[in-house]
Every structure is written in C-alpha cells, then in structure tokens.
C-alpha cells in the first residue's frame, strides 16, 4: 500500500499560476502532476494542450501524466510526446483503433493508458492489456472536478485488479474522480495504485497538507 502514488490534477488549481501549482506539487511529496486535456467535443469543457504542457515541462522534473479526453486522441499523442508527457492515457470510447493509439504512445517513449468511462466496463480493454501500462478508471463523468463519487467504482477496480492478474501482466490502477480521504482507503484496497485527486487538494487552504491527509489515508485501515 505504501507504493500508491498521488497525482494532483492541475484542473481544480488557479489556471493564472500553474507554475506555483506545480511548485506546491514539488513540495507536498507527490509523485505525479495530472494535465487533464479536454477538447469540447468528446466532453463538455475545453482546458489545454501541448503548449501549455511544454511551457510547464520546463518548471519540474515530475512525471507528467497527461489524460487526454479527446475525440481523436491519436492526432494529438505526437504533440504530448513532443511536450514532454510521461504517461499518456486515451479513451477506448474515443479510439476506435486503440491497438494503435497505445502502440504509438509506448512507440514514443511514454506509458500507455487507457481510460475507461463510469459506464463502461472494464472487459472493453481485455484486448489490449499487454500494451497497457495502467488502467485509468473513472469514478465520475469526465469533464469537470468537484463531482461527486460514484460508488460502483469500487467493485469496478476490484473486477480490473482480477482481470490483470489473470493477464499476468503490470498494469498499473489509476482512479480519477471524487478522490478524497474517505475514498482513497476504500479505491486503494479494491486495488488502486495512482490516486488522481483535483479538488480535495486544490479546493482547500492548505494543498500541501491536503496531499498528505490523502497519503496518510490511502495507508490507513478502510473504514
Ligand atoms: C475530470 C478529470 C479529473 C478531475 C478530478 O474529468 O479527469 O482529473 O480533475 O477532479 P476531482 O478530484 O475534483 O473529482
Ligand atoms: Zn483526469
């Protein structure tokens, strides 16, 4: 459990000062900065793209995990990669040739992710695991933070867990939506190994320590 790695999403933060954003980042021990990439056509909101990725590439050594909620996601994996993304996840209900999608993302040195939506199930990415670095399962619909939690999450990444032990494969569980310190414990147990977190820590005071009560509680005992 003390593998389990924290990506602020940069989302909830104030879009006038990414950089500070990033610096708190740095600060709070987490591991990964989490660039949510929406296009106003796959979800209802536009945020940013791969020059505001290369701009931030420059203040931090941090793995950048860049989602990418997008209709055609492969016409825009180049210009991550040129950006400086680490990790690069793609929709499967928004790549019809996800073999591809995930083949030129490890092809351009990244890890591959797939995300999957609240109302898909994990089986959609049965085919592809073994060019799967992580699974990113979302617990809420996406294009926006501060939504709330979706409970079926939960049996959701424990059936994911199951599906990539029986793959013998090393994909990664990553869950994006909701996350907060009574949740963590809960996703962490059912199998989780990236919590993605916006406004639980952007949304309060002390980002900082809001990183830390999320460590602290995806260790703890589940309620
Ligand atoms: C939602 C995004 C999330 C978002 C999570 O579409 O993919 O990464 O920032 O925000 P919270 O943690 O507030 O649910
Ligand atoms: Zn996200």
Redo the contacts with the bound molecule.
Sequence with gaps: MSSVRIAP????SDFARLAEAIAMIEESGAEIV?L?V?DGHF?P?LTIGPPVVKALRKETDLTFDT?L?VSEPQAWIPGFLDAGADMISIHVEADRHLHRGLSMIRDGGAKAGVAINPGTAVESVSEVLELTDYLLI??????????R?IERGVGKIGRAKSMIESAGVPCDIEV?????VTTAPRVVAAGAGIL??????F?TSDPVGAVRALRQAAAGPVA
């Excluded at 999403?9 to 909830?12: F, G, P, R």
């Excluded at 979302?138 to 939504?147: K, L």
């Excluded at 993605?196 to 820590?201: E, P, T």
């Design positions: 999403s940069l989302l909830s989490h949510d929406m979800v909101n989602h909620m979302m617990t809420v619909n996406p294009g926006f933070g501060g939504q939690f994006d939506g909701g996350i907060d993605v977190a916006g406004s639980a820590i949304g």
